[in-house]
Every structure is written in C-alpha cells, then in structure tokens.
C-alpha cells in the first residue's frame, strides 16, 4: 500500500511559483527560480510555455512532479 501512495506522491504535479533566472535562447533553455527555493529548468518544449515570450524577471507558475523535480506544464505569470 505505501508503494502506491509513494507513487502517487511521484506523479502528482504541484504548483510553484517562480522568476525566470536566465534565458539561452541559443540552446532553447531557461532556469527559474521558485519559492520553494529550488531551481527549474524549462525548455522550449515544455508545454504552457510560450518559449519567445521568456526574459529575465518574468513570473510564471509551474506544476511540478515530485519525481526528479520535473516541470511537465508552465504558464506566464504577467
């Protein structure tokens, strides 16, 4: 019964709030800083991210799964 719940845990996205740190449009990858103190990187295939529309000091929300701290959908913020 743990096993499943753990995974759950795994699978389940959640939702951070973060500033864009740093855009490489050259590589297609950006670094957000979030509130729960951790770094997320983005890329321009992670959906809800309009990739162009990325700059530094940008605010976007992020759900995140538990499982290697991955970002599986984004949205801009302002």
């Not at 729960?36 to 976007?60: A, C, K, M, W």
């Amino acid at each position: 019964m743990g096993d499943i719940a753990s995974r759950r845990r795994e699978t389940s996205p959640r939702t951070v709030d973060g500033t864009v740190l740093e855009v490489l449009q050259g590589y297609g990858l950006a670094h957000v800083r979030a509130g729960d103190g951790n770094t997320y990187g983005l890329n321009h295939q992670t959906p809800g991210v309009p990739f162009s529309e990325l700059v530094e000091g940008r605010r976007i929300r992020l759900q995140v799964v538990s499982k290697f701290n991955r970002v599986v959908h984004g949205q801009l913020l302002d």
